[in-house]
């Protein structure tokens, strides 16, 4: 590595694990040449980052044009591209421009896209980014039903913000909120679903706010049709996402333990011969005070039939189904530059955050952890994940340059999640769903009905994970008893006493 020649690395992606990389490798990498390439005009960087707990952390997220990056970071240079095919023989990568950029050392940060049920029907729709928010606030607008697939962060945020239309939720599963929490968590989230917002709890300490730029101020061009970055924390704060119904705030009813069957137009649906099912005339999840005699309609404009054997019209469907990740580039370069991928479809890393191709790496949505995991930690697709794998990454690749050995980063010792549900703050730490335990652990409960939900699972004594609904202050407590594994046996039965402060227990 000299000044004359110095080591060049590219960056693919301006979403948070591709600007991360970017910027730690601008500070660490000496005198390196930097590249970043991204299809999108804006970036999402992080500000105002603060340690909640030891690997609990809390950060905003700012959304600027691609060229702050540069401004910011002397060594980077960026350029607002799309990266078609990579060839691993002749080090490098190739653009929807006609270009070419050769690198020392690659960092594939692309993320993912959304996965769609009926993919190519516009009146099915998944959220990613701020495009794909716009093009469903102007439906939304038009619409009197909306039916949302799926049980994860999109879906259990979603359904409580939209206002002014019906909202029927299909989950697979017979509680809410599944992907995140288990049953009871559920159970206690189910009962703000159709409260009248204003009476709910709001946090004091909200999560991250999510702050954008407003595409088209000088400087940020609009979207040009390519991916964006993902959205992220609060996506919904600040936003109208209102239906075209002035009599309906609030209603959701949960249609539970179903998949979709067929989604049909309504000449499909007429010649199918079959009956539309009312969403209010059986239980669960409904507030039905106000009747919806104004929702009566000749035909709606799309059907979805479910493996329950229920019919509902509506006006949109919201594929609320997860993340594809983006890991392959449009066009083949060389045979011996694919990715080996994982079975979600990630590109597959290894503890040093390495593909199977020589000296590339990836982080972020994008990318599968294949290492083997630390007992208390496991992935998600997530900002935090997300930006702490894009730092990591570029920590190892200069450590590669320099011929240096470096240890996995502590981050990747516990899972650690902060977020907000139904105005709820929920942190999720360790196998907080008893993932991977199999039936060998014990749970210990507490609930406050509408105040808070404290979980915890032990396994042979020791804490392994937790749920924290609400402002239970016992973050830090229980992430350190997961970090020590102390033996809890002998406290067990005044682990979640109340009035007992946890802390001076075991101080
Ligand atoms: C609606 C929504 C809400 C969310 N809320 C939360 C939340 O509350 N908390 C949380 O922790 N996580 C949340 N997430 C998840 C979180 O946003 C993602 O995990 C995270 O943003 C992933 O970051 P990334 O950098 O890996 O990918 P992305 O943000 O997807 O960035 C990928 C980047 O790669 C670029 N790109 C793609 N292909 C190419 C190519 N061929 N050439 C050049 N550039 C390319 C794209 O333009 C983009 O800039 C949410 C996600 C969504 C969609
Ligand atoms: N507050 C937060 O932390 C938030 C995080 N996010 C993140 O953004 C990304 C996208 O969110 P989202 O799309 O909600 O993804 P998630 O992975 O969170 O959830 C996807 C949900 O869709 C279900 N699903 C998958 N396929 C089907 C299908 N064919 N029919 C019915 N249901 C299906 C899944 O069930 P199953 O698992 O059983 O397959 C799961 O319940 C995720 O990485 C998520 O973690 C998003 C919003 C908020």
Redesign the pocket.
Same mark, same amino acid.
């Given at each position: 590595m000299d000044a004359k020649n110095p080591i060049k690395y590219v960056v693919v992606g301006g979403g948070i694990a591709g600007v991360t990389c970017v910027e730690t490798l601008s500070v660490f990498g000496d005198s390196a040449s930097i590249t970043l390439l991204s299809a999108s005009p804006l970036i999402k960087t992080v500000v105002n980052y603060s340690k909640l707990t030891q690997v609990a952390e809390t950060f905003d997220v700012k959304e600027k044009p691609i060229v702050s990056v540069e401004e910011k970071n002397s060594n980077v240079h960026v350029i607002q591209t799309s990266v078609t095919s990579l060839s691993t023989k002749d080090k490098k990568i190739y653009t929807s421009d006609g270009c070419s950029i050769t690198y020392d050392k690659l960092c594939i940060c692309t993320g993912g896209k959304?996965?769609v049920?009926a993919e190519g029907n516009p009146l099915v729709i998944g959220i990613r980014d701020t495009e794909s928010v716009k093009d469903f606030q102007n439906k939304v607008r038009k619409a009197r039903r909306i039916v949302i697939?799926?049980?994860?962060?999109? !879906? &259990?945020?979603l359904v409580y913000e939209l206002e002014g239309c019906e909202v029927i939720w !299909?989950?697979?599963?017979t509680s809410i909120a $599944? &992907?995140?929490v288990d049953a009871g968590a559920g159970e206690f989230f189910l009962e703000h679903l159709n409260k009248d917002k204003d009476k709910t709890p709001a946090g004091p300490s909200k999560r991250l706010k999510y702050t954008t730029a407003e595409a088209g101020e000088p400087g940020i061009p609009l979207p040009s049709g390519h991916d964006g970055g !993902?959205l992220g924390?609060d996506w919904t704060r600040d936003l109208e996402i209102r239906g075209h119904l002035d009599q309906i705030s609030h209603r959701v009813h949960v249609e539970k333990g179903v998949?979709?069957d067929t989604i049909l137009s309504p000449d499909e649906f007429k010649e199918s011969g079959m009956e539309e099912s009312s969403p209010w005339s059986h239980t669960s999840g409904v507030n039905n005070t106000a009747g919806n005699d104004f929702l009566l309609t000749a035909l709606w404009p799309v059907y979805i039939t479910f493996s329950n054997g229920r019919v509902y019209g509506c006006d949109l469907v919201v594929s !609320? &189904?997860?993340?594809v990740p983006n890991a392959r580039f449009t066009e083949e370069r060389d045979g011996d530059s694919q990715f080996e991928l994982a079975e979600d479809g990630g590109i597959k890393i290894n503890s040093h955050m390495e593909t199977n191709l020589d000296s590339v790496y990836a982080a972020g949505?994008v990318c599968t952890a294949c290492w083997e995991h630390s007992p208390h930690w496991l992935q998600?697709?997530?900002w935090s994940q997300a930006r702490q794998m894009g730092c990591y990454a570029a920590k190892c690749m200069i450590a590669d340059v320099k011929n240096e050995d470096i240890s996995m980063d502590f981050c990747f010792e516990l899972f650690a $999640?902060v977020?907000?549900?139904f105005r709820f703050k929920v942190v999720l730490l360790g196998k907080f769903n008893g993932q991977s335990l199999g039936n060998d652990y014990e749970v210990l409960l507490r609930v406050t009905k509408g105040e808070e939900y404290v979980k915890v699972i032990l396994q042979n004594g020791r804490l392994v994970g937790a749920v924290l609904i609400g402002e239970t202050d016992l973050e830090e407590t229980f992430e350190n008893l997961i970090l020590n594994g102390l033996d809890l046996t002998p406290f067990k039965e005044n682990l979640l006493e109340p009035g007992v402060d946890v802390e001076d227990f075991f101080d």
């Open positions: 959304p996965r049920i697939i799926g049980n994860g962060g999109i !879906a &259990t945020e !299909a989950i697979k599963d $599944h &992907t995140f !993902a924390p998949e979709v !609320a &189904t997860g993340v949505d998600m697709r997530l $999640h977020t907000t549900f």
